[in-house]
T-cell receptor, first 113, second 113 residues
Framework: NAGVTQTPKFQVLKTGQSMTLQCAQDMNHEYMSWYRQDPGMGLRLIHYSVGAGITDQGEVPNGYNVSRSTTEDFPLRLLSAAPSQTSVYFC????????????FGPGTRLTVL | DQQVKQNSPSLSVQEGRISILNCDYTNSMFDYFLWYKKYPAEGPTFLISISSIKDKNEDGRFTVFLNKSAKHLSLHIVPSQPGDSAVYFC????????????FGQGTILTVHP
């Protein structure tokens, strides 16, 4: 099993550009989530989904969009990148809820110039 | 407003000794707590969890203690091994919103041989 995969591993954007971070899982998990990790801030929840077609906002959703058209995929869209979005982004999935064991992807390191 | 706090950014211990990592929370609605471990350039991995109906949970060398009245939990690693060197995050969830997990800032543990 591949588990949770994220692409790309690294990305550099210019301010104002848009892009999509890809996340896929092959464990048939209902729950998927996106976090960003910043120095001294820990992991902060951006958006999450409890199943296909259902998404909700986390702690820091502004500037990001998500959709969940299939169980497997949960892409994160940056609409107009800003330097404040420079961070490491992690996607995670778990069987049903956030308190089930979450399996994290390897992360995407994003730099916005 | 940081609802989950890990006030020690780093901890250094000798191999074979006990490591104690601490975590405080402010939201009295939190009723489920987890610890995740993260190595550099990897996603976090689940370590151990505890429900608020318990005050202790053990898994091999790892024990989590919960003091609800003090809103404090701790992770004990005995004996510590060099392979335990990583960043440790505590996280909490409230029963009414199992979609959201709130993480602390993390503590860097270094175990010296």
């Amino acid at each position: 099993n591949a588990g949770v995969t994220q692409t790309p591993k690294f990305q550099v954007l210019k301010t104002g550009q848009s892009m999509t971070l890809q996340c896929a899982q092959d464990m048939n998990h209902e729950y998927m989530s996106w976090y960003r990790q910043d120095p001294g801030m820990g992991l902060r929840l951006i958006h999450y989904s409890v199943g296909a077609g259902i998404t909700d906002q986390g702690e820091v959703p502004n500037g990001y969009n998500v959709s969940r058209s299939t169980t497997e995929d949960f892409p994160l869209r940056l609409l107009s990148a800003a330097p404040s979005q420079t961070s490491v982004y992690f996607c995670a999935s778990s069987q049903r809820t956030s308190t089930d064991t979450q399996y994290f992807g390897p992360g995407t390191r994003l730099t916005v110039l | 407003d940081q609802q989950v706090k890990q006030n020690s950014p780093s901890l250094s211990v000798q191999e074979g000794r006990i490591s104690i990592l601490n975590c405080d929370y402010t939201n009295s609605m939190f009723d489920y707590f987890l610890w995740y471990k993260k190595y550099p350039a990897e996603g976090p991995t689940f370590l151990i969890s505890i429900s608020s109906i318990k005050d202790k949970n053990e898994d091999g060398r790892f024990t989590v203690f919960l003091n609800k009245s003090a809103k404090h939990l701790s992770l004990h690693i005995v004996p510590s091994q060099p392979g335990d060197s990583a960043v440790y995050f505590c996280a909490a969830s409230a029963g009414t919103s199992y979609g959201k997990l709130t993480f602390g800032q993390g503590t860097i543990l270094t175990v010296h041989p």
